[in-house]
């Protein structure tokens, strides 16, 4: 949805590499388990830090990187909203 209306000219591609930014993720594989469920990743895993956050809010202001840091803040934004729900904290 967010590919559609906010990058109507190439939708398609944006919607890609905003899939394919969920691709960070594997840094859940450095952790041992590799899941638990009752874990907020926001904080605990590098690619969720809040330093990385940073950066990621930082590809934001750059046109090369904008769909990069969109798919990127959508997917700490889920992972907060899925800390909250689970758990009642919104950062470990």
């Not at 690619?47 to 590809?59: D, K, P, Q, R």
């Not at 990069?68 to 689970?86: A, E, K, P």
């Amino acid at each position: 949805m967010i590919a559609s209306l906010f990058f109507k000219n190439n939708w398609k591609s944006a919607y890609l590499i905003m899939m394919l930014t969920m691709l960070v993720d594997a840094d859940h594989l450095l952790a041992t388990p590799i899941y638990d469920s009752m874990r907020c990743s926001i904080g605990f895993h590098p690619l969720h830090s809040l330093y990385a956050i940073a950066v990621y809010i930082g590809f934001i202001l750059y046109p090369k990187t904008r769909i990069i840091g969109v798919g990127l803040i959508i997917h700490m934004v889920l992972d907060t909203i899925d800390c909250q729900i689970n758990m009642g904290i919104w950062i470990t």
